[in-house]
């Protein structure tokens, strides 16, 4: 079946302007999560989505970051007014629900959205 | 909070040798552990998990077991290939919302 889809796979953009970025989550998978890799900060959680809902926010930089998700299935995690800190590889996973600390549902990462910042 | 600290590399090996790539967690209770791997120019990938303590998680020839008294989970694999040149990455949740936080990666070139 359909993995997670993420697009596009490349955005290069100009500082100060705003970008949008699409996670298609596996069917079914009511999990979503937002993380980022970069060279400085490795791989790092941004946000966390339990259907529509958002309950945990905490990994998002700055208030320049949102995201979004609808119908629980797509989200788009904007960055507005982009600077150059923000260049990076954007990952979605997804998975069946959260499970807990204990009791793992295993995330399927998609193949990530390379954002470079000029 | 919950942590996880992996060797740095990057680790040269020649193909056939044996593979350790070492992980420490500090961590509330005991969550699952996983391996996550990134091959050259694919999406990241589970590699093998543990849920408790002294399970050995095992998959296309590596393993890792949980150890809760060394609070580690070292990656091992007896002969690597050359197909295994990827980054490796150690990881667990930290909280019931299953995020996960991961190590700063290792990257592992075998060379035939």
């Known amino acids: 079946g359909a993995g997670v889809s993420q697009s596009p796979s490349n955005k290069v953009t100009e500082k100060g302007k705003d970008v949008e970025l699409r996670c298609d989550p596996i069917?079914?998978?009511?999990?979503l999560y937002w993380y980022r890799q970069s060279l400085g900060q490795g791989l790092e959680f941004l946000i966390y989505f339990q259907g529509n809902s958002a309950p945990d926010k905490s990994g998002l930089p700055s208030d320049r970051f949102s995201a979004e998700r609808t119908g629980g299935s797509v989200s788009t995690l904007t960055i507005q007014r982009t600077q150059q800190e923000d260049s990076a590889v954007y990952l979605c996973a997804s998975s069946l629900s959260s499970g807990s600390l204990s009791s793992y549902n295993e995330q399927f990462f998609g193949p990530g959205t390379r954002l470079t910042v000029l | 909070g919950n942590s996880v600290t992996q060797m740095e590399g990057p680790v040269t090996l020649s193909e056939e040798a044996f593979l350790t790539i070492n992980c420490t967690y500090t961590?509330?209770?005991?969550?699952?552990l996983f391996w996550y791997v990134q091959y050259p120019g694919e999406g990241l990938q589970l590699l093998l998990k543990a849920t408790k303590a002294d399970d050995k998680g095992s998959n296309k020839g590596f393993e890792a077991t949980y150890r809760k008294e060394t609070t580690s989970f070292h990656l091992e694999k007896g002969s690597v290939q050359v197909s295994d040149s990827a980054v490796y990455f150690c990881?667990?949740?930290?909280?019931?919302?299953?995020?996960?936080?991961f190590g700063q990666g290792t990257t592992l070139q075998v060379k035939p």
């Open positions: 990881a667990l949740p930290t909280s019931n919302t299953g995020k996960l936080i």
């Open positions: 069917s079914g998978h009511t999990a």
């Open positions: 961590a509330t209770g005991y969550p699952s």
